[in-house]
């Protein structure tokens, strides 16, 4: 919440579209029920990608939203990655460790637009249905920081 709740404070409306996270993390009550699946964790042991999408998909239900996001910073032989999910499945994409704030608020932005949107979510991006085999999550070019 606090990443994207520091892109869009301040927008006019911006709580129309994200509750910046009254539903949710800052609710104490349902923030004790946003958690992965057990059934999940020891299916996927280890993938932090797969807990990821079931505390997403947790927080999903939870707030009866359209779409969940999570920003996981680098663990032990894992990338940093954003994931939004949504009812259809989980989307990732990797990025470079040492990616703003601002940058990482940006890259779930552009999932959300892209998915709403039925675009193509990009050459870096894996989808995939919480608690299903998902494909490698690499870091590609367009998770690298620019030059200059």
């Known amino acids: 919440g606090r990443l994207l709740g520091n892109a869009l404070r301040g927008l006019q409306h911006s709580e129309a579209a994200f509750d ?4 949710t993390y800052l609710n104490p009550a349902n923030a ?8 999940l964790l020891k299916k996927f042991p280890g993938d932090m990608v797969q807990a990821a999408a079931g505390r997403a998909q947790s927080a999903l239900l939870l ?3 359209d779409y969940a996001a999570v920003y ?10 954003v994931l939004l999910c949504s009812r259809i499945g989980a989307a990732a994409c990797a990025l470079s460790p040492e990616i ?14 892209r998915r709403a949107l039925g675009m193509h979510l990009g050459p870096s991006a894996i989808t995939f249905k919480p608690g299903r085999e998902r494909p490698l999550l690499l ?5 690298q920081p620019r030059p200059g």
């Open 20 to 23: 910046f996270g009254n539903q």
């Open 32 to 39: 004790r029920r946003i958690a992965a699946p057990e059934a």
């Open 63 to 65: 707030a009866n939203a």
């Open 72 to 81: 996981m910073p680098a663990t032990v032989g894992q990338a940093p990655f």
């Open 100 to 113: 703003s704030d601002m940058a990482i608020a940006n890259h779930i932005l552009d999932l959300a637009r």
């Open 139 to 143: 870091v590609s070019g367009e998770g």
